[in-house]
């Protein structure tokens, strides 16, 4: 007989968030290479960097943040040093950002109380969506994931994560930046040509 668990129902993975040093070069390889598709792209608040997912199967999705200013790749730098809201959330190239495990909207407040009680030191809910400060308070329609964030005992940093909505073409709006932090543009977004497209149809005055 299967084992179960008794203390929350996961249902996989829900992302892992890794570091690179080039978005371009890593849309090139999962979604070019791998045939991942690329379902949301984010440019984080204040020029700090980007965050791009792609859909690996199952509803499970491999994340990339692109930080301006990360360290280089170096053994032992694997981890954030802090959680979200709370510090430094920046890690190395190569290094794994955190886990994000796959949980119930309808059970995500009673699993954030749960880790409350069990003693686990965690950050305040962030509704994620797509303003300017990118979470929100309470919840809405625009919020299209809800996270909370805690440290495993080997600092290994987790998040407890529910999708709240279904991703669509408008949610990949974003080009890469390549390793300097300059966007390669025209590689995702396509609204210049589009633009042109529209003023060379309109007719002539």
Known sequence: ??????????????????????MARTVEFYRDV????LVKTIDLPGNRG?????????????????????????PGISA???????????????????IAF??????????YDRLK??????????NHDNSE???????????????????DPDGVCLEFAAWTKEFTDADVAHDPVTADGIKKEGMIVQKALAQNDVAELAPAK
């Open 1 to 22: 007989m299967p084992a179960t668990n008794t203390q929350f129902e996961f249902k996989g993975v829900n992302h892992l968030a890794l570091v690179c040093k080039d």
């Open 117 to 126: 009680s069990k003693g686990i030191e965690v950050t305040k809910i962030l």
């Open 34 to 37: 791998l045939g991942m598709p």
């Open 80 to 98: 954030p040093a802090a959680l979200p809201t709370l510090g430094n959330f920046m890690s190395a190239h190569g290094s794994m950002n955190h």
């Open 50 to 74: 980007q965050h791009f997912f792609f859909d690996m199967g199952n509803g499970d999705s491999l994340a990339f943040f692109w930080f301006s200013g990360a360290p280089e790749a170096h």
């Open 133 to 151: 400060t990118q979470t929100a308070d309470h919840m809405h329609d625009d919020v299209f994931v809800r996270s909370v964030y805690f440290f």
């Open 102 to 111: 796959n949980v119930p909207a309808e059970k995500f407040d009673e699993y």
